[in-house]
């Protein structure tokens, strides 16, 4: 949930609102888009950059079902 805390706080300095969709407690779809054009502007791509750039922690479950430690230990 503190993505989504995160999220909203950065959302509203930016004055744009993304829906934020949350599904099977662990995953998060984000949708962007300024209605008044129709489309992605500038704006929207901003903003997704903001939110990319909010920590999130993995539980230690996810990170060993995806083997993520090793896959980073490759490509170093």
Do not use: Q
Not at 14 to 19: L, N, Q, R, S, V
Not at 30 to 44: C, E, I, K, M, R
């Amino acid at each position: 949930m503190s993505f989504f805390n995160a999220a909203s706080e950065i959302a509203e300095a930016e004055g744009h609102h993304p829906d934020l969709h949350l599904t099977g407690y662990r995953n998060v779809r984000v949708v962007l888009s300024t209605h008044a054009v129709g489309g992605l502007t500038l704006p929207d791509l901003v903003l997704a950059a903001k939110l990319d750039a909010i920590p999130v922690e993995y539980s230690p479950k996810w990170i060993r079902e995806r083997n993520v430690v090793a896959a980073e230990g490759a490509s170093s």
